[in-house]
């Protein structure tokens, strides 16, 4: 039975995971930097690196733990090289390079965002659901692809200007609510009015397949902090700050929901598959799901623990790039976009 160790390091999360053929996960660990960046309502590049630095070795160490494995009974070792922050993505490579030259194991790489998309098959591993529409939302990305099979990904659009998790971070800063943004504004939410403040929802030319969320952010700063922005006082109390929040998500998800579904009617496809930290937000889940089955597409999410930054889903798509023959050379490099 093959077990590849998969090394995820591209943004904040440094996260390590054995997983075998038949999808099982023998070990997982997630070490997250959402305290470190806190106080700075925002991932810092080179804070993100250091960690990474101090991380990855212990990370590692008890993935192989957990699995009750060694590294000598692995079969290769896989890493998230694309897209991500540079420093960070540095680090995880390095050390799966490391290890395969240590180990004389292959090397294979995988590309973050698709295996967000990929998650959707472990938490769906009985359901074929491709071809489908995957819909990626975090903190760095909103994008849309035709998944024509697990190794045939055709990008077909995404944001203009932020990604809806950075929006999400953002708004969150204006309404004075914690760091990470996206649990922040859901919890503010959940006793707010979504329709209390009528928010732009930019859905650009019909024809085009893109987000744009710097409009809505900026209406919510004007609303929040008035024409002074960032620097100005919060001007809301704290039943705004809920209408705000539940009115912004409200926003965020109705764009979301209608691209994608604009992109399932367009191809033809029957399945939507979303990954990524915004996939999390139970506001999106449910609207998502609903306003699919009334079309009669099916929906595949990943639990939450798999929507955030993790190395099994890097895992899941490693093992159908290893089944397929796909080995990279050590001469790779990092690509941060």
Known sequence: MTKILTIETTCDETAAAVMNDQLDVLG?????????????????????????????????????????????????????????LAGSLLVGLSAAK????????????????????????????????????????????????RCASPLDFTFLGGTMDDAAGEAFDKVAAMLALPYPGGPSIQKAAQNGNPKAYRLPRSLLDEERLAFSFSGLKTAVLYLARGRAGRKGPLLLDAAQVRDVAASFQLAVVHALVSRTLDAA?????????????????????????????????????PPMRLCTDNAVMVAARAHRLFAAGVRDELTLEAAAR
């Open 98 to 145: 490391a290890l395969c030259v240590a180990l004389q194991k292959p090397l294979l790489a995988v590309n973050h965002l698709q295996a967000h998309i990929y998650a959707c098959k472990v938490a769906f591993a009985q359901s074929n659901v491709f071809p489908c529409i995957g819909l990626i939302v975090s903190g760095g990305h909103s994008s849309l692809y």
């Open 265 to 301: 009617a367009r191809h033809g496809v029957r399945w939507i598959a979303a990954g990524g930290g915004v996939a999390a937000n139970g506001c999106f889940r449910k609207t998502l799901a609903e306003a699919a089955a009334e079309r009669g597409i099916g929906v595949a999410i």
């Open 28 to 84: 997982s660990v997630v070490a997250s930097q959402d305290k470190i960046h806190q106080k700075f309502g925002g991932v810092v590049p080179e804070i993100a690196s250091r960690a990474h630095v101090e991380n990855i070795v212990p990370v590692i160490d008890e993935t192989l733990r957990r699995a009750n494995i060694t590294l000598n009974e692995l079969d290769a070792i896989a890493v998230a090289n694309t897209p991500g």
